[in-house]
């Protein structure tokens, strides 16, 4: 998979205590094979489109963010948007 590029572009809710809930897939793309182009939408089964998806997924359940506060309550946010890049070089 040598150099392989890819994204994986996410929207979820960050619930009262920021943690990431219920991310959903809204796009993702990968380059580095014939006829790949990043911006393409790609839904098939190729193993690095999954394994981006997969790996994306991972690191997006283990990011926190700070709490919105209205006032001096915390509040969920939804339909935060976030893309995750993957470079895999030699």
């Known amino acids: 998979m040598s150099g392989v590029e890819g994204f994986v ?3 979820f809710t960050i619930d009262k205590n920021g943690f990431v809930r219920n991310p959903e897939v809204l796009a993702l793309a990968s380059t580095g094979r ?3 182009s ?3 939408s790609l839904f098939d089964s190729r ?7 997969s790996a994306a997924l991972k690191a997006l359940e283990r990011f926190r963010y700070a709490p919105r506060f209205v006032n001096g309550n915390a509040i969920e ?3 935060v948007k976030t893309r995750i890049t993957f470079e895999i070089e030699d």
Do not use: L
């Not at 193993?47 to 998806?53: M, V």
């Open 9 to 11: 572009d996410f929207e």
């Open 38 to 40: 990043i911006g393409r």
């Open 77 to 79: 946010v939804d339909k």
């Open 34 to 36: 014939p006829g790949n």
């Open 47 to 53: 193993p690095e489109d999954s394994s981006f998806e």
